[in-house]
């Protein structure tokens, strides 16, 4: 669930680099004011969120929004709600850090045993989550790097 999701209409976000690992994060076509990342110490300066809390966020973020347009749907006016993400790094095979799995905990301000529809709400809400379910899903990431000169580079070939 976020904006234009629903028309079909690409998602464009422009970085820039503002430090050895720190960048500028602009949401084109969206009028939202830019957002600044950091890799941590010892690479960077960890003067903002970096991917791995970003990807987290978005999980989170997105979870949380689909439960609460789920309740909505079936008529309730759920109270505020506050969710939680855990997750752990690790090594996979060839070495590389990775996040294998995260552990959402949604809180609701709500009894559920108030509200209607909830085990429907519960069945299905999940499946509105456009980020979570890219990720379970392992969306196609295609990479090119081009240069100054325009030349350009598939990584890998």
Request: glycine share 12%; charged share 20%; net charge negative.
């Amino acid at each position: 669930m976020s904006e234009g999701e629903g028309t079909g209409e690409g998602i464009r976000l422009l970085l820039e680099q503002e430090g050895p690992y720190a960048f500028r994060i602009s949401f084109e076509g969206t009028g939202l004011e830019a957002l600044h990342s950091d890799e941590p110490a010892p690479l960077g300066g960890g003067s903002g969120p970096n991917p791995s809390h970003l990807l987290l966020a978005g999980v989170a973020n997105c979870l949380s929004s689909s439960l609460l347009f789920a309740l909505r749907k079936f008529k309730n006016a759920p109270g505020p709600i506050r969710t939680e993400i855990v997750a752990h790094k690790a090594r996979n095979a060839a070495g590389r850090w990775r996040i294998p799995q995260a552990t959402v905990t949604i809180h609701l301000s709500d009894a559920a045993a108030g509200m209607e529809h909830f085990d429907r709400v519960l069945a299905q809400f999940e499946q509105f989550c456009i980020v979570t379910q890219s990720v379970r899903e392992g969306m196609q990431v295609d990479v090119k790097v081009v240069d100054a000169d325009g030349a350009e580079f598939i990584p890998g070939n």
